[in-house]
């Protein structure tokens, strides 16, 4: 800076020239002109070389690789900087620090500026909650899933369940799962407009509510507020927009391959309650401890959770099928004609027919039908010429489908035994018959009794059957009876 100042003076203030200035400070003409018509006249270094980063540079390849990987995954489940910093930790046992993986992702994406508002909530009286999409790789094929969120405002802590969909049942089951996790209901809840609460805007802050969520809130006795239509109504309930983010970008990158919900929701209700060891912010508590506090200034939970289903009626038809929506129930063929009740939960189907339960279904999306064989056994039974060919039969495992070819082979057809069989899953678990099937089958024994017993050999207490020897039942000595002692017997009687 002392030359750039030399520099300035000499051409300005005593109007030497450049060549002058040059020589009498031993610098290069290049040099006098650039400080002369420079903006900036502070000196920058420029590299010439990038600096070596002894921590990063060993695993820039594979930061290189996730990064380009992003481009082809979803824009909400990219790795962050801090996504990135933890696999390389736990999975490639990385030793550099998180801030310098961070100056590395910043320098290849760039800068992202954000401003907030600092806010304070008093405990257990707020909470925000949303909804997200998110994609995860079921069976093999990549399907979009919804993310249902809630966050406690006053300590933080977080609840996600996925779901199919973001129905009414969807919803309210997010809810009372949400409640149950936390140990309570807060007092008020934000959320957006979405459909399944709000079924009019009628200006400002006023909303027409739907019937199924003025029901929820009666049951969990909590306030709703609802957040300004729009963009800007986003930043009203940042937690919870931050912990969709938060959530995509932490517990489900990479993309989860699971083989259903029941799996993904397991996993996600762990990383939830991990995050109690975390703090938020620049807080000295951690989120469990503030939780635990929390919980405390909450609503109870209710006596009674709430039963988070839809009602609809339902005819049944013919064939003892029900139909909700795009697929079909069975229900027991006694009740053809009927008109039953359904219970819709995001997750299965329940018929009822005056408050009775006639049949339980896991939920189908999409079409298909769900059939149980004990609906029709009764039908079976009074024609038996229907177990070639019954479609019921189609949903057993092979084990079932060969006993029952092995029933209806030779010159005498026997499905009675089948149905027989069949009749077992009244009193013994379906994998104890399948076992029996099994050995029965090896030992070439095509009889109902004959499972029977062999499903009461797996009982506790019970020791295996021994083989059966080439199929053949043993033969047993057994008495004969002679008539001709009771012809004497009524002699003697009648002779007195």
């Known amino acids: 800076?002392?030359?750039?100042?030399?520099?300035?003076?000499?051409?300005?203030?005593?109007?030497?020239?450049?060549?002058?200035?040059?020589?009498?400070?031993?610098?290069?003409?290049?040099?006098?002109?650039?400080?002369?018509?420079?903006?900036?006249?502070?000196?920058?270094?420029?590299?010439?070389?990038?600096?070596?980063?002894?921590?990063i540079d060993?695993?820039?390849?594979?930061?290189?690789?996730?990064?380009?990987?992003?481009d082809a995954a979803p824009r909400k489940q990219r790795h962050t900087a801090r996504r990135i910093f933890h696999r390389l930790r736990d999975e490639y046992g990385y030793q550099g620090s998180e801030s310098a993986v961070e100056r590395y992702v910043r320098q290849v994406r760039g800068p992202e500026r954000k401003a907030f508002i600092p806010l304070a909530y008093e405990p257990g009286m707020d909470a925000q909650c949303d909804w997200g999409d998110v994609d995860v790789v079921v069976d093999g094929q990549q399907v979009t899933v919804q993310l249902f969120c809630m966050r406690l405002c006053a300590s933080g802590a977080a609840f996600a369940m996925a779901f199919p969909n973001q129905r009414t049942e969807a919803f309210q089951e997010g809810h009372r799962q949400a409640f149950e996790f936390f140990g309570g209901v807060s007092r008020a809840i934000w959320y957006d407009n979405t459909?399944?609460?709000?079924?009019?805007?009628?200006?400002?802050?006023?909303?027409?509510?739907?019937?199924?969520?003025?029901?929820?809130?009666?049951?969990?006795?909590?306030?709703?507020?609802?957040?300004?239509?729009?963009?800007?109504?986003?930043?009203?309930?940042?937690?919870?927009?931050?912990?969709?983010?938060?959530?995509?970008?932490?517990?489900?990158?990479?993309?989860?391959?699971?083989?259903?919900?029941?799996?993904?929701?397991?996993?996600?209700?762990?990383?939830?309650?991990?995050?109690?060891?975390?703090?938020?912010?620049?807080?000295?508590?951690?989120?469990?401890?503030l939780w635990d506090r929390e919980k405390k200034d909450m609503l109870p939970l209710p006596r009674y959770p709430m039963d988070c289903c839809r009602t609809v009626f339902a005819r049944v038809n013919t064939l003892g099928l029900v139909q909700f929506e795009k697929a079909r129930y069975s229900v027991p063929v006694s009740h053809v004609g009927d008109t039953v009740m359904l219970k819709v939960y995001w997750d299965r189907i329940v018929a009822t027919f005056r408050e009775k339960v006639l049949a339980e279904h896991r939920r189908l999306y999409g079409g298909g039908e769900s059939l149980y064989v004990e609906h029709y056994l009764p039908l079976l039974e009074r024609r038996p010429s229907a177990v070639a060919n019954a479609r019921v039969f189609k949903h057993l495992p092979q084990i079932y489908l060969e006993f029952r070819d092995r029933c209806l082979d030779g010159p005498t057809p026997r499905p009675k035994e089948?149905?027989?069989?069949?009749?077992?899953?009244?009193?013994?678990?379906?994998?104890?018959?399948?076992r029996a099937l099994e050995q029965a089958l090896k030992a070439n024994v095509i009889l109902a009794d004959a499972v029977s017993q062999l499903c009461l050999r797996q009982l506790p207490g019970q020791a295996l059957p021994p083989p059966l020897a080439d199929g053949k039942t043993p033969t047993v000595a057994a008495w004969s009876p002679d008539p001709s002692r009771y012809d004497a017997l009524m002699r003697q009687v009648a002779a007195g």
């Open 1 to 55: 800076m002392v030359d750039v100042e030399y520099i300035r003076k000499m051409r300005h203030v005593n109007g030497l020239s450049q060549r002058e200035i040059a020589r009498r400070l031993r610098l290069s003409r290049n040099t006098v002109a650039k400080y002369l018509q420079a903006v900036d006249v502070v000196p920058r270094y420029k590299l010439t070389q990038e600096r070596p980063r002894p921590a």
């Open 58 to 70: 060993p695993v820039r390849a594979i930061i290189d690789q996730w990064l380009a990987q992003d």
């Open 195 to 289: 459909k399944v609460a709000v079924a009019k805007i009628t200006g400002g802050k006023g909303r027409i509510e739907q019937p199924a969520f003025v029901a929820l809130k009666a049951h969990y006795l909590f306030e709703a507020r609802f957040c300004n239509p729009g963009i800007d109504g986003a930043h009203e309930k940042g937690l919870v927009e931050s912990l969709v983010g938060y959530a995509r970008r932490n517990f489900l990158v990479p993309m989860p391959r699971i083989s259903s919900l029941d799996e993904l929701n397991a996993t996600l209700r762990q990383k939830c309650l991990a995050e109690r060891e975390r703090s938020v912010g620049r807080r000295e508590e951690s989120v469990g401890e």
């Open 418 to 434: 089948f149905l027989a069989v069949l009749k077992l899953h009244g009193l013994f678990a379906q994998p104890v018959v399948e």
